[in-house]
T-cell receptor
Framework: GAVVSQHPSRVICKSGTSVKIECRSLDFQATTMFWYRQFPKKSLMLMATSNEGSKATYEQGVEKDKFLINHASLTLSTLTVTSAHPEDSSFYIC???????????FGPGTRLTVL | AQTVTQSQPEMSVQEAETVTLSCTYDTSENNYYLFWYKQPPSRQMILVIRQEAYKQQNATENRFSVNFQKAAKSFSLKISDSQLGDTAMYFCAFMKAGNAGNMLTFGGGTRLMVKP
């Protein structure tokens, strides 16, 4: 149990375009989903926390207009990188949990390359 | 704010031997949870073990066990009978309990190489 999927696993796009990444909890309903960014050989950096049906909470320094998060249902959250630039190239990981103090289960990640 | 420190950036161990990864944390909270996650080369984050701070008994999961020292704010991971598949980055993480407790604070990670 507790499987989280992410799509796509890899995406290459041109500078200035927008990219959408989907995160799904496959066998449980996730009241809370998280989006992380990970640079090579570094730890995970939390970008935002999203609860179903409400606006996401962004961490300090994360541009909410650039990284749009939608948590439309208890099994789906999306991250849209708008007007992507090469510096947005990174590994993006989502996680999902049943609720407060519950273990987070992670998706396999999405590698974004912006040319 | 909480901080999590992993003082060993890299470690190696021979197959079948035992290795211990260190983790210390700083918090003023009394109720919290601690985790070890594994990230193999595939980069999929996998939960290894979870410890509730109110439990005195150390958590174990097969070959993985922790040494939780609450007063010392230490949470080390012991891997017994190391296997080649244990080669990965290991992250220690902290989560507050209660209504506000949902966010994970990660340490910087320890890269473990298991040698044949």
């Amino acid at each position: 149990g507790a499987v989280v999927s992410q799509h796509p696993s890899r995406v290459i796009c041109k500078s200035g375009t927008s990219v959408k990444i989907e995160c799904r909890s496959l066998d449980f309903q996730a009241t809370t989903m998280f989006w992380y960014r990970q640079f090579p050989k570094k730890s995970l950096m939390l970008m935002a926390t999203s609860n179903e049906g409400s606006k996401a909470t962004y961490e300090q320094g994360v541009e909410k207009d650039k990284f749009l998060i939608n948590h439309a249902s208890l099994t789906l959250s999306t991250l849209t990188v708008t007007s992507a630039h090469p510096e947005d190239s990174s590994f993006y990981i989502c996680s999902a949990s049943l609720g407060f103090a519950d273990t987070q289960y992670f998706g396999p990640g999405t590698r974004l390359t912006v040319l | 704010a909480q901080t999590v420190t992993q003082s060993q950036p890299e470690m190696s161990v021979q197959e079948a031997e035992t290795v211990t990864l260190s983790c210390t944390y700083d918090t003023s909270e009394n109720n919290y949870y601690l985790f070890w996650y594994k990230q193999p080369p595939s980069r999929q984050m996998i939960l290894v073990i979870r410890q509730e701070a109110y439990k005195q008994q150390n958590a174990t999961e097969n070959r993985f066990s922790v040494n939780f020292q609450k007063a010392a704010k230490s949470f080390s991971l012991k891997i017994s009978d190391s296997q080649l598949g244990d080669t990965a980055m290991y992250f220690c993480a902290f989560m507050k309990a209660g209504n506000a407790g949902n966010m994970l604070t990660f340490g910087g990670g320890t890269r473990l190489m298991v040698k044949p």
